[in-house]
């Protein structure tokens, strides 16, 4: 009995020596909403949010912005029938009218459908530079990894290992490279667009909905004002980030197996000729 209690401690000791080493959510953000958090039986942290038609979604927002830096998270999003539903991670400066932004956004869709993936970047305002995919797997049945990687060359988006679009930078063009920008992460009633371009509204008979998020990770410099950039040791691995040759490949499987609407070819949007970033790759 007294070397089970001992080992009742030690387990309880390693378990709460890594639920602090992981307590992510209030250390780092700010919550909004039906936001929960948790710990799983190996000692991460896990943050739901959760979406009803009476108190609404919830959203956690950093407490720190950043100015370029590789930003990841696992997450685990709404199950079945979650048409209407829109779960993101993404980067903003503010909700102004010349704001940046980096968008991952998933809009639910119809058990059985694909859920969407649409990326956005924004610069001084400057949107409507969406590419959509239709996720290759069941983003509900498990954690996935998505990632965001932001330098002055160009933005990287990630699923898991395979980097499925790459937006450059050109002297010329609107980048988002001189406003920081914190880090969030929503879910939310997006029934006016979200699905089928707003065909099929939430059923609120399926809520709550839920999504979690876990393994959170900012490598990112952090502006400080009338100082340079605080940048963690070993910057290059994401400073100078661009695709090699492997990486252009995967960028072009997931354009032509699962991209479901590119900007650039959207000539009903665009009258007066494409952005001009279209014509140059």
């Not at 980067?91 to 993936?117: A, K």
């Amino acid at each position: 009995m007294a070397m089970l209690r001992a080992v009742s401690v030690t387990v309880g000791v390693l378990l709460a020596a890594a639920t602090a080493a992981d307590s992510w959510l209030y250390e780092e953000f700010t919550t909004d909403g039906n936001v929960r958090a948790d710990y799983n039986a190996q000692g991460q942290q896990v943050a739901s949010l959760m979406l009803t038609q009476q108190s609404g979604g919830g959203a956690f927002g950093s407490r720190q912005k950043y100015l370029y830096g590789e930003f990841s998270i696992q997450m685990k999003l709404v199950p079945g029938n979650s048409a209407g539903t829109v779960t993101s991670f993404y980067l903003s400066s503010g909700d102004g009218p010349g704001h940046d932004e980096i968008d991952m956004e998933f809009m639910g869709n119809s058990t059985g459908q694909p859920v969407v993936l649409n990326t956005n970047v924004w610069a001084n305002g400057d949107g409507k530079k969406e590419h959509q995919f239709d996720l290759w797997f069941d983003p509900a049945a498990d954690y996935h990894t998505y990632t965001i990687i932001w330098n002055d060359k160009n933005v990287l988006f990630k699923v898991d290992d395979l980097f499925i679009r790459s937006f450059r930078r050109h002297a010329d063009l609107p980048y988002p490279g001189a406003k920081p920008m914190s880090v969030h992460a929503t879910l939310w009633d997006g029934s006016y667009w979200a699905t089928q371009k707003g065909k099929v509204p939430v059923d609120w008979s399926g809520a709550p909905f839920v999504v979690s998020y876990r393994a959170y990770s900012a490598d990112a410099c952090v502006p400080a004002e009338g100082s340079p950039l605080s940048c963690p040791a070993g910057t290059d691995r994401w400073m100078n980030r661009q695709l090699d040759d492997a990486e252009r490949g995967t960028v072009a499987w997931a354009k032509r197996d699962y991209m479901r609407y590119n900007y650039c070819d959207d000539g009903w949007r665009f009258p007066q000729g494409f952005p001009a970033e279209c014509s140059r790759g």
